[in-house]
């Protein structure tokens, strides 16, 4: 399951580019069974996510991309509150069986150098704290370069979903079962 906000639902895109949509086609090509559901709300914070935590675990999914935190470092939400609301998420799948693979995010560099630090410093300490498999920024090799990013230069294009999609794959495998 991609669970997040519209960097997993795939805003800007049409049905079938979202990220999700390309890791079900690789996961595919390389023989493994699973279903990716794609749980992402654009607009969401996690706030929101901590919301739909019920939705999401009567799913019983067997693995989470955890794909949260953006849309509150974009809004300036105290880094405490939005590391307290993963907790409250990675504690519940973790309570429910779910594997967890934790995204991490940056910030543009307006924000402030602390309030920068402290946000990705978060994205670590919970990977550690709850011993997470975590992919250090979800936009790797993506954020920042205008020609895979869409005129927000937030957003991937399909291309940059399907290179999300590939940049996620050695860190998603070792928690998967062919």
Partial sequence: MAFGDSLSAGLG???????????QKLLDGAGYSYHVVNAGVSGDTTTDGVERMSDVIALHPA???LEFGAN???RGVPVTEAYKNLTVMAEALRKSGAKILLAGMTLPRNYG???IHSFEQMYPELAQK???VRMPFLLQDV???PDLTQPDGLHPTAEGARIVAQNLMPYLTPLLKK
Avoid at 13 to 23: C, K, M, R, T, V
């Fill in 72 to 74: 509150d470092g974009l």
């Fill in 143 to 145: 954020g920042g370069h």
């Fill in 113 to 115: 150098p602390e309030y």
């Fill in 63 to 65: 693995v989470v991309i």
């Fill in 130 to 132: 709850y011993h997470l």
């Fill in 13 to 23: 895109l049409a049905a079938g580019e979202s990220y999700p949509d390309d890791l």
